[in-house]
């Protein structure tokens, strides 16, 4: 019998973007909108169905949400309200990553921890007279880790989740934002020197003859498999293998970080320590 995954409210970002812009309805046009939004948001989450997406059989949920995606992004065209400007249409696949990859981590047995808003990136010793620690946080789109910790600094004590998988998901990613997300990457792992970091993009706006792999950032997974000049022609659909990879690659990621957690004398069975698999 599956674990059953139950989200945590805080961090289904487009749920509450769309409740607080209902929360906030003036009028009897704008109140119907966000209920017929509401009504194909849980349509869309309906399709979610948690064997199929343990199992990684992704066609059905990609199908829900890039269907529910083309309809929010026809929405943010024709109503100031739901602009780009207020992230929502972009709300929607960090959400939808966060509900496949907290279901998949439940059926394997394996910790459900993330965070997204303030996430830790960077931690450094004090250089003022009190001492202790400064703390660096991101709002980022998702992170996980497998435990919290506590560190001291002047303000008090104060929790975070420990980095393992960072992730920034775009809709499209040019060479500027590449390099500033490979920057973000290198100061996580100043601090985090474990910690993966992987940009998930539905489009990409660079040239592929450039080696990448040289520099922080551990993959890059464009929904699409489009750069942004042909989905401006004819945009593909969102493709079910590439968040199935997505999934397959966390699940795997977090079960071996979760096995080099176990006691040294467990590790010392088959004679390695550090990548005990």
Request: a neutral charge; proline letters at 2%; hydrophobic letters at 40%.
């Amino acid at each position: 019998m599956l674990q059953v995954f139950n989200p945590e409210d805080g961090l289904l970002s487009h749920r509450n973007n769309l409740l607080q812009k209902s929360r906030l309805s003036d009028d009897a046009k704008h109140q119907a909108l966000c209920q017929e939004i509401g009504s194909r948001y849980d349509e869309y989450v309906a399709a979610l169905r948690a064997e199929s997406v343990a199992a990684g059989n992704l066609v059905d949920a990609v199908n829900a949400v890039g269907g529910y995606l083309d309809f929010v992004k026809d929405v943010e065209k024709a109503n100031l309200r739901f602009n780009w400007r207020s992230d929502f249409a972009a709300s929607i696949l960090p959400e939808f990553i966060y509900r496949i990859l907290g279901i998949s981590l439940a059926a394997n047995g394996l910790p459900q921890m993330f965070s997204t808003r303030d996430s830790i990136v960077e931690v450094t010793l004090s250089g003022s007279v009190g001492g202790g620690w400064d703390v660096r946080r991101k709002n980022q789109d998702l992170c996980l880790g497998l435990r919290r910790e506590r560190i001291v600094h002047q303000s008090g004590e104060e929790e975070f989740l420990v980095p393992l998988i960072a992730m920034e998901v775009k809709t499209n990613i040019d060479i500027n934002k590449l390099n500033g997300l490979d920057f973000s990457a290198e100061r996580l792992k100043r601090t985090f020197p474990t910690s993966k970091y992987f940009l998930i993009t539905e489009t990409i706006d660079f040239s592929l003859t450039q080696n990448y792999a040289s520099g922080s950032v551990d993959e890059i997974y464009t929904l699409r498999k489009q750069v942004r000049s042909q989905a401006r022609r004819n945009k593909r659909p969102l493709e079910s293998d590439v968040f199935a990879q997505l999934q397959f690659d966390v699940v795997e990621i977090v079960k071996k970080a979760s096995a080099t957690m176990g006691h040294v004398y467990d590790r010392l069975e088959n004679g390695k320590l550090i990548n005990a698999k």
